[in-house]
């Protein structure tokens, strides 16, 4: 019989730092398309690129690489009506230069998506209009790309652009409203370019310049591995976006136009620890988390899906000092033989890693294998150790209850048997033995089976949220499709979306255990579940079985 109860309100540190970090995510993730386009332009035009006058495979394509990496002299080539601005050579003559595309790419069109992106988050198109104008103020106030500025004052503009349109809502007279929106929105933009230009370009340029000296003393000292301290466990608890797209992402997007490639893309998205963390329960774990981990590294390691691997180390806490031994091992690998990458790599593949490392050389991508190798082996033979250690300990503990071990990893506690509950309850309905009445229960009993509250409702829009709603939401969301539609059943939509974005509209909302809270607090009228696993989750089953009886009931 299922059961409902008062939502908790979420609160403290840790949902703050997610939320923070889910916003910047959802500025930069949905236009990674444009920083690979970025990368590969980059990787191919540049002088140093795949078809640059300086090829490390002399495939120089001349003078196509000239005018669309930037650099050629107009008056040489001729090509009529591209851009071009006066070049510096070395001896401090100037001509007639190309402008290409890298340069404006990252000058312009990466910074004002991203600050169009954040407008629209906070006010919907108009925000994101007057963002833009206003970023564009404090690009063209700046020497350097602007990324920082984009993400501050976008979502700034935006926010100011909401707070005038609340001072004369319901006060414009019928047949004004066109006419008033596009002049105070057009004079409000104005203002904020002036001002990004004058005040804010100055301000960022400075926190620019001081996230920069961080780095630089890090890399200077050797330091740069101990971030691993901070990344690894952060990741676990789904705090690394804050991390990742507020610093690394602008800084290394920087460090790549500078030198072609950068350490920062790789501290966080390397899938070197994961992978040892996966294998190590391959080969050391007990009972469902020694079953299911082969499938997961295929998840993580080829597909992305870094989030496979978190309830693994939940269950087994002392494992994320494996976690940061392997980060920090991988670091260390790329710092001492110069290794990085071109543009960010996300998902944090093997794949998108290779595509963005090979733009910097064949060498570089060596390099940054090695540092995948590195990470993968010293995190498995830690993690080997530990798992090895406590194996008689985690065998006696499989009869624990399941009840407490969810709640225990919905609240990040990450208790020895809190993810080995739900994983091994997994394995056992892979066998056909065994129930999934305490499998990936929501820690507040929102769904505790078939029937009740929830049957009394109509199940027409399930969505997966999950931080940026476009990596392991997507995975969570093609399974439960396909079960759907495998079972026969037409009318009901399952899609995947960022937690931030969830408007109350769906019916049903699966998220993964430490995110339900803020997916209640974003959508409190909809039906809950808390999984533990998008990829195999027994409460799927529970889903479609509730679904088909709605319909077959109609």
Not at 172 to 199: C, D, K
Not at 214 to 229: D, G, K, M, T, Y
Not at 300 to 320: D, N, R, S
């Amino acid at each position: 019989m299922t059961t409902t109860s008062a939502t908790k309100k979420p609160g403290g540190a840790r949902i703050a730092v997610q939320r923070f970090g889910t916003f910047l995510s959802g500025m930069i993730m949905p236009n990674i398309a444009a920083f690979i386009a970025w990368g590969f332009i980059t990787m191919l035009f540049i002088p140093a690129g795949f078809f640059g006058a300086n090829s490390p495979f002399g495939w120089h394509w001349a003078p196509v690489a000239e005018i669309l990496g930037g650099g050629g002299d107009a008056a040489v080539i001729n090509w009529p009506g591209a851009m071009t601005a006066l070049t510096a050579t070395e001896d401090g003559s100037t001509y007639q230069g190309y402008v290409g595309l890298v340069s404006v790419m990252i000058t312009y069109l990466l910074p004002l998506l991203i600050a169009n992106t954040g407008g629209r988050i906070v006010y919907g198109a108009r925000g994101g209009v007057v963002a833009t104008i206003a970023v564009m103020g404090v690009i063209v106030g700046t020497n350097i790309p602007m990324f920082l500025g984009a993400m501050i004052m976008g979502p700034l503009a935006a926010w100011i652009t909401k707070q005038m349109d609340k001072l004369w809502d319901g006060k414009i007279r019928p047949g004004f409203e066109m006419l008033v929106n596009n002049f105070s929105a057009g004079i409000l933009g104005m203002v904020l370019a002036i001002v990004g230009f004058f005040a804010f370009g100055p301000v960022f340029l400075g926190i620019s310049a001081v996230l920069g000296s961080i780095v630089a003393f890090l890399v200077q000292f050797n330091l740069l591995p101990v971030l691993s301290i901070i990344v690894e466990p952060a990741k676990v608890l789904f705090l690394n976006n804050a991390i990742n797209h507020g610093v690394f992402t602008p800084l290394g997007i920087e460090q790549a136009a500078e030198s072609g490639k950068s350490i920062l893309f790789l501290i966080e998205a390397n899938p070197g620890p994961g992978l040892g963390l996966l294998l190590a329960f391959t080969f050391f774990g007990v009972g469902a988390a020694k079953a299911s981990a082969p499938g997961a590294i295929i998840i993580q390691f080829l597909g992305g899906i870094h989030e496979i691997y978190f309830p693994y180390a939940l269950a087994k806490p002392m494992t994320i000092l494996a976690l940061i031994a392997g980060g920090a091992s991988g670091v260390a690998t790329n710092m001492i033989f110069q290794g990085g990458l071109a543009f960010p790599a996300a998902p944090g593949s093997i794949i998108a890693v290779t595509v963005a490392a090979i733009g910097a050389g064949p060498a570089n991508l060596l390099v940054v294998y090695l540092s995948v190798v590195v990470a993968a082996v010293v995190t498995f033979l830690v993690a080997g150790v530990i798992l090895r250690a406590s194996r008689k300990r985690d065998l006696e503990a499989e009869g624990d209850s399941f009840a407490a071990a969810i709640d225990q990893t919905a609240a990040n506690k990450g208790k020895e048997s809190s993810a080995l509950g739900a994983l091994r309850t997994r394995a056992a309905g892979t066998t056909g033995s065994g129930t999934t009445d305490s499998a990936d229960r929501d820690v507040e009993g929102a769904l505790g089976g078939l029937g009740g509250g929830v049957a009394t409702k109509q199940l027409n829009n399930i969505v997966f949220a999950c931080d940026a709603g476009m990596g392991s939401s997507a995975m969570g969301a093609s399974v439960l499709r396909n079960k759907i539609k495998k079972a026969g059943i037409d009318g009901v939509t399952v899609t995947n979306q960022a937690i931030a974005n969830l408007d109350g509209s769906a019916d049903l909302v699966i998220t993964q255990n430490q995110l339900t809270d803020r997916a209640k607090a974003q959508s409190p009228d909809s039906v809950h579940v808390s999984v533990d696993n998008f990829m195999n989750s027994p409460r799927y089953d529970e889903v479609v079985q509730m679904v088909r009886e709605q319909h077959e009931a109609k």
